[in-house]
Structures are given as C-alpha cells and as structure tokens.
C-alpha cells in the first residue's frame, strides 16, 4: 500500500529525519510514537505528499508520489488521501455535511450527488443528528468524528492522521479509538497515526518509535 525509502529531510542544519525505510500494508493501523521532536509529524506529512523529503521516495499504491507535482499531486492527494488533525480544521461557516462533502465537491462532485454518502457516514459515526448544525454547535468529539467521514468521503487508500485524540478528553479519546478499529476491520481502511497515546499506540496492529529522526523500534501487536 505505501513504501518509503530513504527518507531525509533538514531544515537548515538540523537534519529532521536521517533515512527512514518503511512498508505498511493495505488494511493496517500503524502508530507512530517517539519523543516531542522526533520528527514524527515531518514524517506524516512526507508520507501524506504535504511535505517533501530532501532524498528519498515514497509510493502509495505504486504510484512514486515524490514525483507527482501541481495539480496531479493535488488531484491524487484528494482522490487517494484522507487526513485528520489534531484540530479538526472544519470551515466554520459550513454546516456539518456540507464540511463532509467538501473533498468530494472540491473533486468535481455536485452536493446532491454526494449528499447521501456524507449522510450514510455521518449516521456510521453516531453523528447522523448533527448534519445541520455547523461546527460551533457540535462537541469535540463530534467535531473530530466529523473530520473523519471528511476524510473518508472520496473512499481513499490510505488515512493519515496527526495526534487525532490529542484535544479530546479520554472517554471520546477511547470511542475515537475504537472507530478506527471498526473502519479497519468494516470497511478495510488503512491508517497511520501520530500519537502520544500510549492506549491508541497500543491498539495499531504495528507501532513505529522513532528517535532523533530514525525508526528505533518496531512492535508488532
Ligand atoms: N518548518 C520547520 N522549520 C524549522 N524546523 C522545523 C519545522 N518543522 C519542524 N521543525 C523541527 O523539526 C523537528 C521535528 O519536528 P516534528 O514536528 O516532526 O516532531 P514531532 O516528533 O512530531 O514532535 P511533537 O511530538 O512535539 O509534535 C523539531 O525539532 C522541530 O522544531
């Protein structure tokens, strides 16, 4: 599903990440943890086309995505990729659904086409109630379940996500958690997870530690 290879990256002199190799596989949830500044993040991002390396390459689906640029980057990062952050980094002045649809419309899809997949997942997520409202008028965690059926309105191949529970308190911490377990297992989605949290480390099928820009470590579950 995804193959990195010889990733570096440096910012001035500081070399961020020194040659990381990895391979995750379709239908696994990989958590990736390691101290603040580890380059965690750089990573996610690089492995998510938001960022490039300095050497190296990436593929997602056999497709070299570090040769992409433009609008076939874009195109393929709205097709292919889904992301949540920390902040779920919903438009405000867009109600729920609409905040769902939006990959789908920024790819060409008109807002009656889509509308019912966004609702369908919406309803999946426990949050069907909540279309109307705009993201204000919702919690934290619903607001994060939201950013989810985001992420997953064009059917991509992989999910990245950065510190996805890092703002939410344990109890929708712990049912965020078990949505990704249920989208793997359901729907055979594919994630990669930036965390601190220890409990959603331990829940991935594969956690990755890095170290001063280097994969330490790798426990299989
Ligand atoms: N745009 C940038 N310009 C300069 N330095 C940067 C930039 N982005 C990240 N860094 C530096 O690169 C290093 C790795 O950052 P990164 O955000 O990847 O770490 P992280 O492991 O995700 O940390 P955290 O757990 O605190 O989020 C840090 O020392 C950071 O200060």
Not at 129 to 145: C, F, I, L, Y
Not at 175 to 198: K, P
């Amino acid at each position: 599903m995804l193959r990195a290879k010889g990733i570096t990256k440096s910012y001035g002199k500081l070399n961020v990440l020194k040659g990381i190799d990895l391979e995750i596989k379709a239908n696994e949830i990989v958590s990736i943890m390691g101290a603040s500044g580890a380059g965690k993040s750089t990573l996610l991002q690089i492995l998510g086309t938001l960022d490039t390396p300095k050497e190296g390459s990436v593929w997602i689906d056999d497709v070299e995505v570090t040769r992409l640029n433009g609008d076939k980057l874009a195109q393929f990062r709205n097709e292919k990729i889904g992301f949540v952050f920390q902040f779920h980094n919903l438009l405000p002045e867009f109600t729920a659904l609409e905040n769902v649809c939006m990959p789908a419309l920024i790819a060409g899809k008109e807002l009656d086409d889509v509308k019912e997949k966004g609702q369908k997942l919406m309803e999946l997520l426990n949050i069907g109630h909540r279309t109307e409202h705009k993201p204000s008028e919702m919690s934290g965690g619903e607001q994060q379940r939201c950013a989810i059926a985001r992420a997953l309105i064009n059917d991509p191949l992989i999910i990245f996500a950065d510190e996805p529970s890092g703002n939410l308190d344990s109890e929708n911490a712990k049912s965020l958690h078990q949505l990704f377990i249920e989208l793997r297992d359901n729907f055979n989605q594919t994630f990669v997870i930036v965390t601190h949290n220890r409990e959603l480390a331990k829940n991935a099928d594969r956690q990755l530690w890095m170290r001063d820009g280097i994969i330490e470590s790798m426990v299989t579950e």
